[in-house]
């Protein structure tokens, strides 16, 4: 793992810890001179291998806990811990490091690179991480298959339906074996049927392959599909269940 990446280790304190633990985290925007609170002392543990959902209304601060999570935005305050690295207390570019070589993501419009293929688009986390070409390529087809796109290879983004970029999108954030992957409303861009089959993917993915999921919603049936529902309003944890299926 890349030198840049370092960190208090829970593994090497001996102690069985979360994959990612959230102490008192808040975040506050500044928007001229208006302070807006998005998330006001968040406590949350989540363990490895968790299907779960930040649910919540408009504003409640689901993007800005995923962002965290992701890596993408940083604490005001608060402890955040990723599989023991103190995130927090990390530089940008040790963070930069861990997001490629540990975390997937999964956007609502799918974020797909437009002028790259199918294939293309799923190699290039791979190729990123220095993974020759080759060999990515080969890696991405297996990941395809997986996500049922076989014989879609070498298509543009433009020439798929939403539900099949969705598809290639699954594949891209799973193709490195992340420990955790973060999804931000993944299908509210997706009709009801579409949805449930990506969610239905999702699921697999975390079954088989011990994935840990952490995704946002308003859908109730998204909710309904997670193995943990974690509801936010105005910043905080309203509610956190984990539902028996
Ligand atoms: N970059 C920003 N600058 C200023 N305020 C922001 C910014 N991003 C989010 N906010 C504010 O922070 C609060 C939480 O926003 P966030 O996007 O996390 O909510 P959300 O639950 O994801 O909402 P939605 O369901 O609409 O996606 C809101 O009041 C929002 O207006
Ligand atoms: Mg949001």
């Known amino acids: 793992m890349n030198e840049g990446i370092r960190g208090t280790s829970y593994a090497q304190a001996g102690a069985a810890a979360p994959l990612a ?16 609170r998005a998330l006001r002392g968040i406590d949350l543990d989540i363990a490895a291998g968790e299907f779960l ?50 975390l997937g993501f999964i956007f609502q419009s799918y974020h797909l ?17 220095g993974v020759p070409g080759r060999e990515a390529r080969d890696k991405a087809r297996a990941m395809l298959a997986e996500v049922g796109l076989s014989g879609k290879e070498e298509r543009f983004p433009s020439r798929m339906s939403g539900g099949q ?13 992340p420990a955790l992957v973060l999804a931000d409303e993944p299908t509210a861009n997706l009709d009801s049927t579409t949805g449930e089959a990506i969610l239905d993917l999702m699921q697999a993915m975390n079954e088989r392959h011990g994935t840990t999921f952490v995704f946002s919603t308003h859908d109730r049936m998204v909710m309904e599909r997670a193995r943990r529902l974690v509801s936010l309003h105005d910043g905080a944890i309203m509610a956190d269940e984990v539902r028996i299926s």
């Open 53 to 102: 959902s930040i649910a919540g209304p408009s504003g409640s601060g689901k993007t800005t806990l995923l962002n965290l999570i992701g890596c993408i935005d940083v604490v005001d305050s608060g402890d955040l811990f990723i599989e023991g690295r103190d995130i927090a207390r990390m530089r940008k570019s040790g963070l930069a490091d861990f997001r490629r070589e540990r």
């Open 165 to 177: 970029q969705q598809r290639v999108a699954v594949a891209r954030a799973l193709v490195k074996r």
């Open 21 to 36: 633990s959230l102490r008192g985290v808040s975040k506050t925007y500044h928007a001229g001179d208006d302070e807006i």
């Open 113 to 129: 690179v437009p002028v790259l293929t199918a294939v293309e688009n799923v190699a290039l986390p791979l190729e990123l991480l």
